[in-house]
């Protein structure tokens, strides 16, 4: 079993910088697959990005490929996603999430069984 604690969210102006971090609770965090979701009012919780629980190839949603980053550092027990050329439609509260072993459909949220509180982040104009 994990417990997940984000922090890092706040305002930021267009084209700024923000850095998610997730911290785990648990003594087997180097054996969970970490993702990132987000949900914004009114919408669905999307996928944003996830590392498989070998650290090996990453994937991102189209929406933020090539402005977002997630890593891991199994040692801090600690997942981040570092968010560049943040836009206004990033604007949303971002959830990491745990799957144990994961390595596959690692997009959608309800293969993930466990999940943090939550960080919002929003984007000014």
């Known amino acids: 079993q994990v417990q997940l604690v984000e922090s890092g969210g706040g305002l930021v102006q267009a084209g700024g910088s923000l850095r998610l971090s997730c911290a785990a609770v648990g003594r087997t965090f180097s054996s969970y697959a970490m993702g990132w979701f987000r949900q914004a009012p009114g919408k669905e919780r999307e996928f944003v990005a996830s590392?498989?629980?070998?650290?090996?190839?990453?994937s991102y949603a189209d929406s933020v490929k090539g402005r977002f980053t997630i890593s891991r550092d199994n040692a801090k027990n600690t997942v981040y996603l570092q968010m560049n050329s943040l836009k206004p439609e990033d604007t949303a509260v971002y959830y990491c999430a745990a799957k144990y072993r994961g390595a596959a459909l690692l997009e959608r949220p309800d293969v993930f069984g466990y999940w943090g509180q939550g960080t919002q982040v929003t984007v000014s104009s």
């Open positions: 590392i498989p629980w070998t650290g090996g190839r990453t």
